[in-house]
């Protein structure tokens, strides 16, 4: 199990495919070469009696939330979303912690594509 009681933002850091090496492993944050639209999805995985709320943020805004409590039961719980977005050149996107901050790394992860090209 991760905690994360100083930084606000999720470090994904085991990384499966990086092709252009656009998401920086220890800042936690992807950066878009080309404008576009692009696709995220993260997952959080916390255990019994712990909880994680996550954000997903785009240039320091908030924009879309998750939320995995499990507080109420006796076993793990997930959250998770999927945001499609239009990024500039150099737009930054990564995920926070806003409360909480028990999640199982393991089984946490973060991803995203570009989906289409755009002109601005």
Not at 23 to 44: D, E, L, Q, R
Not at 56 to 80: E, I
Request: proline content about 3%; cysteine-free.
């Amino acid at each position: 199990m991760s905690t994360f009681p100083q930084e606000k933002t999720i470090k994904f850091d085991q990384v499966m495919y990086n092709d252009g090496k656009h998401y920086n492993p220890t800042t936690g944050v992807f950066t878009a070469p080309s404008a576009g639209v692009y696709s995220f999805y993260w997952s959080t995985l916390t255990v019994n009696g712990h909880f994680m709320s996550s954000v997903l943020t785009v240039n320091g805004s908030p924009t879309l939330g998750a939320l995995s409590d499990g507080r109420g039961g006796s076993s793990y719980d997930s959250g998770s979303n999927l945001a499609v977005l239009r990024l500039g050149v150099g737009d930054r996107v990564w995920v926070e912690q806003q409360a909480g901050g028990y999640i199982q790394s393991d089984f946490s992860s973060f991803s995203g594509f570009k989906i289409a090209s755009t002109s601005n």
